[in-house]
Nanobody, 114 residues
Framework: QVQLVESGGGLVQAGGSLRLSCVAS????????MGWYRQAPGKQRERVAA???????NYADSVKGRFTISRDNAKNTVYLQMNSLKPEDTAVYYC????????WGQGTQVTVSS
């Protein structure tokens, strides 16, 4: 069973940057499209970025131009570079496969202060 471990979150001022990482155990990582999701208090989980096995990407309108998703298949790792952070980006961030999700990891908290 694939396990997902997210890291890299923290407290940052508005306008700052963070880089999130997500490591997936198992050998199926490279064939899956992967996504970064976030869930703010009282809100539903939403996908903010996605990357295909071939490196194609797409983003939610709310983060387009500020967030960049990338992956390193050799390391079973997907990254989310977050720049120009806003208070509304505050949430717990998760990664997962797209289409047939694996068990969710614990996520990593991102808090952006104004």
């Amino acid at each position: 069973q694939v396990q997902l471990v997210e890291s890299g979150g923290g407290l940052v001022q508005a306008g700052g940057s963070l880089r999130l990482s997500c490591v997936a155990s198992g050998s199926v990582f490279s064939i899956n499209a992967m996504g970064w999701y976030r869930q703010a208090p009282g809100k539903q989980r939403e996908r903010v970025a996605a990357i295909t096995s071939g490196g194609g990407t797409n983003y939610a309108d709310s983060v387009k131009g500020r967030f960049t998703i990338s992956r390193d298949n050799a390391k079973n790792t997907v990254y989310l570079q977050m720049n120009s952070l806003k208070p509304e980006d505050t949430a717990v961030y998760y990664c997962n496969a797209i289409g047939t999700p694996w068990p969710w990891g614990q996520g990593t908290q991102v808090t952006v202060s104004s």
